[in-house]
């Protein structure tokens, strides 16, 4: 039995394309998400990247482009995973954030709508795997060496989100919840791990997104949904961003050093200026 045969055999050329990433968004938004809300944009988010870019690397027959970006779609999902259950287990503010949610059918019924939404999203963030395996190696020279560059930005922004992650764990166990972190990346960027995410999936959209553009007509359905995911996590993460600033400021605005640190700093992709320039309350 080949590894292949876990999968269908080269899926992402055919029809079966949209049932097999449908199942693999859905299940482990499923599985973690009727537990809990919160797990379906957690371990539900990296489980369907996981999945997703795993089963695509099992179907074989891919080409060097493909193989590489289902290896960042499977490998940021692993990460992301390892990262959150590490926290949950760990880090006291993690683990004690909250109870667990009622169980019943009713409270189960109220959360398929968040579960569907997100399995949605998912499906289309990972629509761009499709364009580069259908469309890469037939692209225009320019085109092809577009797609591998937005590849590498990925890889790039994936590691720089690794590092990011790893460095506010350290440095908050360092110097306790009550110190906002600036150093290592946090030095120059507020959000680090948030800003390279906003590019790790930037990357990805452009490495499909690319090669598919000389396919049109033929290529729309599936750059139509790469669009739709694009927009939609960026308009998750920049709204997070925006969230967190201001929590950060309210946070520690009465703090010496604070708004220096904000000045010097850059917050990333916010909702507008507003979010990054107003002073911390009481100042």
Request: hydrophobic share 50%; net charge positive; proline share 4%.
């Amino acid at each position: 039995m080949t590894f292949s045969a876990f999968a269908y055999q080269g899926f992402l050329h055919s029809t079966d394309a949209l049932p097999v990433l449908l199942v693999t968004s859905t299940l482990p938004t499923l599985v973690f998400g009727i537990f809990r809300a919160e797990y379906a944009v957690s371990f539900g988010y990296a489980g369907a990247m996981l999945l997703s870019g795993w089963v695509a690397l099992a179907s074989g027959g891919l080409s060097a482009g493909t193989l590489y970006h289902a290896s960042l779609l499977a490998s940021y999902g692993a990460r992301l995973g390892v990262f959150i259950l590490w926290r949950k287990l760990f880090v006291d503010r993690f683990r004690n954030s909250a109870g667990g949610e009622a169980q019943s059918v009713g409270a189960v019924l109220k959360r398929v709508p968040i579960i569907l939404g997100c399995s949605l999203l998912y499906l289309c963030m990972a629509a761009p795997l499709v364009l580069t395996a259908r469309y890469a190696s037939s692209a225009p020279p320019a085109l092809a060496a577009a797609s591998q560059a937005a590849l590498a930005v990925t890889l790039v922004s994936f590691l720089i989100e690794a590092v990011a992650d790893a460095q506010k764990s350290y440095y908050k166990a360092k110097n306790g919840a009550e110190r906002w972190v600036d150093q290592g990346l946090f030095r120059w960027m507020r959000h680090p791990n948030y800003t390279f995410e906003q590019l790790l999936w930037l990357g990805s959209f452009v490495a499909g997104a690319a090669p598919a553009a000389a396919s049109l007509p033929e290529a729309w359905p599936w750059l139509l949904a790469s669009v739709l995911g694009l927009a939609g996590i960026q308009f998750v993460l920049v709204g997070a961003t925006t969230r967190l600033d201001r929590k950060q400021r309210d946070k520690y605005g009465s703090q010496p050093g604070y708004e220096g640190y904000l000045a010097s700093s850059w917050a990333g992709f916010t909702m507008g200026s507003k979010g990054a320039e107003t002073k911390p309350k009481g100042e």
